[in-house]
């Protein structure tokens, strides 16, 4: 037997130990008293990702075998299926998703490339024709033997390597952590406008993605804990070794965070269990971070609508860019941790308020960032103003927003800045434009709009939003149509001005 032949053997074995799994768990979480009915759900007709991962802290690599169960949702028919294969955009320096100026922060002990190579891919059990193409083979093109007709299902399996670079951004590894987020073959989002293909961008969060359903198995060093999306079921030890088995159902990506460090503790908010993680000398911290996490889910639950998942997880990292959002946990620079401390509060709310925009009501972050972003960061303000008072909420509100980034921005536009807060992240040439204007002027938008309808009336916008596009890819649109449906008049000029031109 050959080769290739004999990893296809293989990756037929451990598709079906995959799937079997996947069965077995899937009505185990039915059975499982007290399970979110709603969740289960959202999860039945999903896209189903079953991945067994073997981490090797050593060369910082992965090892992996992965199933994909796609099913064609669409009226149209599908020659191709697309991947994003996010690692690459790590294997050229020059091509690496960061700034010039941000390199040395990202990469403090010399560039250290990162990738992710396909040794095999099979569709329905058999050979098929892949390439990998984009602006850093970041895109993975296969062609299907068959059309895939509305309705139908493929199953696509593969074996890859990962391996990790020495980064400190959102993929890679340093001193305490290894990072593993973006790092799988995902499935592109196919929409009205065909296949998103678009590459790593250098600002912003550059992702798009549908929601699915996750089993991951992750066979790590036994001194190693992993925090990550979705519910460990269970942690097992083979010699010096442990397996941890996680599934998470109806998200839109899966990460996963290691250390050898980690401290953990945790607080039940509205049976919903928030971890924090954190390195021994930042216990101050890390206990602060859980408090701030649980009472911005409960301020959150009660004001925008229930927080779905079991479980949130907030993670000290090796990370230089503040804070970073995935479903069902939370990644917060480990700097923001020292004694001042004065950014860790409102960095942990706002990445927490991203678990309701981004995690459950999804959006192209990429061609409309300001509709996750702007909406997180007003939510931050709303959460400073329920937790302690009205006054903190509008101080807050004032230093950061009013005086700091509009303030700011509008010395910008003085000189001739031409940006709006609706255009692409693409068009954005560094990080302080991308924040005056889409979280700055973005959020003062929202504050515009709440002024317009009355405090009570807008936290009621929001709720219809929410509970209309769970688990969905919103648009400007659907926050319009909220807006409309619960005022009963239209807001489509309030929106086109503010989201169109800076002159307001």
């Given at each position: 037997m050959d080769v290739k032949a004999l990893k296809r053997l293989i990756l037929v074995i451990l598709a079906c130990m995959l799937l079997a799994?996947?069965?077995?768990?899937?009505?185990?979480?039915?059975?499982?008293?007290?399970?979110?009915?709603?969740?289960?759900?959202?999860?039945?007709?999903?896209?189903?990702?079953?991945?067994?991962?073997?981490?090797?802290?050593?060369?910082?690599?992965?090892s992996c075998t992965q199933t994909v169960e796609y099913k064609n949702n669409h009226n149209v028919e599908f020659d191709r299926l697309y991947f994003h294969l996010y690692p690459n955009a790590f294997r050229d320096e020059d091509r690496v998703p960061f700034f010039a100026e941000e390199k040395q922060r990202a990469y403090p002990n010399g560039?250290?490339?990162?990738?992710?190579?396909?040794?095999?891919?099979?569709?329905?059990?058999?050979?098929?024709e892949f390439n990998i193409g984009g602006y850093?083979?970041?895109?993975?093109?296969?062609?299907?033997?068959?059309?895939?007709?509305?309705?139908?299902?493929?199953?696509?399996?593969?074996?890859?390597?990962?391996k990790l670079p020495n980064c400190i951004g959102r993929f890679g590894y340093g001193q305490h952590t290894f990072?593993?987020?973006?790092w799988y073959p995902i499935v592109g989002v196919y929409d009205y406008t065909g296949w998103n293909t678009d590459p790593y961008y250098p600002i912003g969060d550059p992702f798009y993605s549908d929601v699915a359903n996750y089993r991951v198995e992750i066979k790590a060093p036994s001194d190693y804990t992993i925090a990550a999306t979705g519910e460990a079921i269970n942690v097992k030890v083979e010699g010096d070794y442990k397996v941890w088995e996680f599934q998470a159902l109806a998200v839109r990506d899966f990460a996963w965070i290691a250390s050898k460090d980690f401290e953990v503790l945790s607080r039940s908010v509205d049976g919903i269990t928030v971890?924090?993680?954190?390195?021994?000398?930042?216990?101050?911290?890390?206990?602060?971070?859980?408090?701030?996490?649980?009472?911005?889910?409960?301020?959150?639950n009660r004001r925008f609508g229930r927080y779905p998942y079991s479980q949130l997880s907030v993670v000290q990292s090796d990370f230089f860019v503040g804070g970073m959002e995935y479903p069902c946990l939370v990644m917060i620079d480990q700097s923001l941790y020292g004694r001042e401390q004065q950014w860790l509060?409102?960095?942990?709310v706002h990445e927490t308020a991203h678990q309701w925009w981004?995690?459950?009501?999804?959006?192209?972050?990429?061609?409309?960032?300001?509709?996750?972003e702007a909406l997180t960061e007003y939510s931050t303000i709303l959460y400073y103003e329920n937790r302690y008072g009205e006054d903190v909420g509008k101080e807050v509100y004032d230093n950061v927003i009013v005086n700091g980034k509009c303030s700011y921005l509008q010395k910008y536009h003085v000189q001739g800045l031409v940006h709006t807060i609706d255009q692409p992240v693409y068009r954005f040439t560094d990080w302080l434009t991308y924040d005056l204007v889409v979280y700055g002027k973005g959020a003062s938008?929202?504050?515009?709009?709440?002024?317009?309808?009355?405090?009570?009336?807008?936290?009621?916008?929001?709720?219809?939003?929410?509970?209309?596009n769970k688990f969905k890819n919103a648009t400007a649109v659907q926050l319009i149509k909220a807006c409309e449906e619960v005022t009963g008049k239209s807001w489509e000029d309030f929106f086109e001005k503010r989201l169109k031109s800076l002159n307001w």
């Open positions: 799994g996947a069965g077995l768990l899937y009505w185990s979480s039915v059975a499982r008293p007290g399970a979110d009915a709603e969740l289960l759900k959202a999860s039945e007709g999903l896209n189903w990702y079953g991945i067994a991962v073997v981490f090797d802290p050593e060369q910082a690599k992965l560039f250290s490339p990162g990738w992710l190579d396909i040794e095999l891919v099979t569709v329905n059990g058999n050979s098929v850093s083979s970041d895109i993975l093109s296969i062609v299907l033997s068959t059309p895939l007709k509305p309705g139908q299902i493929a199953r696509i399996d593969m074996i890859y390597t990962v990072n593993v987020t973006n971890y924090s993680y954190f390195l021994p000398e930042s216990r101050d911290g890390g206990e602060k971070v859980l408090d701030c996490a649980a009472a911005a889910v409960e301020i959150f509060e409102y960095v942990t981004y995690a459950v009501v999804g959006n192209d972050q990429i061609d409309e960032a300001w509709l996750d938008l929202f504050n515009d709009l709440r002024q317009a309808v009355g405090h009570q009336t807008f936290y009621r916008i929001l709720q219809e939003y929410y509970e209309d």
